[in-house]
Nanobody, 124 residues
């Protein structure tokens, strides 16, 4: 059974930082591209960042470029999202997802496995 478990969310003031982690089990982690999505109340789930199998290639939504960084440790079956200079509009539930595709994808439909999400709230 595949399980993705996010952690590291919380309440932070604008301008602050958080580091999210997503621990994977039940899958050959190094064979999966990983991504972060987020969903704010009343809005569609949106792409945030993705990283390929090896970790050498990443992609980011324009809204987070220069502020967020994703990385992975294939020895720990874990992917990370470092979020700096947080803004109130970053407030959302953040999900990690796994795709068996070799190339990075930005559409939620391309991802087979999802975590339960972790809440990030940025106060102004």
């Amino acid at each position: 059974q595949v399980t993705l478990v996010e952690s590291g969310g919380g309440l932070v003031q604008a301008g602050g930082s958080l580091r999210l982690s997503c621990a994977a089990s039940g899958l050959a982690f190094s064979y999966y591209s990983m991504a972060w999505f987020r969903q704010a109340p009343g809005k569609e789930r949106e792409f945030v960042a993705a990283i390929n199998r090896s970790g050498y290639t990443t992609d980011y939504a324009d809204s987070v470029k220069g502020r967020f960084t994703t990385s992975r440790d294939n020895t720990k079956n874990t992917v990370y999202l470092q979020m700096n200079s947080l803004k109130p509009e970053d407030t959302a539930v953040y999900y990690c997802a796994a795709s068996g595709q070799s190339y990075i994808r930005t559409s939620p439909q391309e991802y087979s496995y999802w975590g339960q999400g972790t809440q990030v709230t940025v106060s102004s």
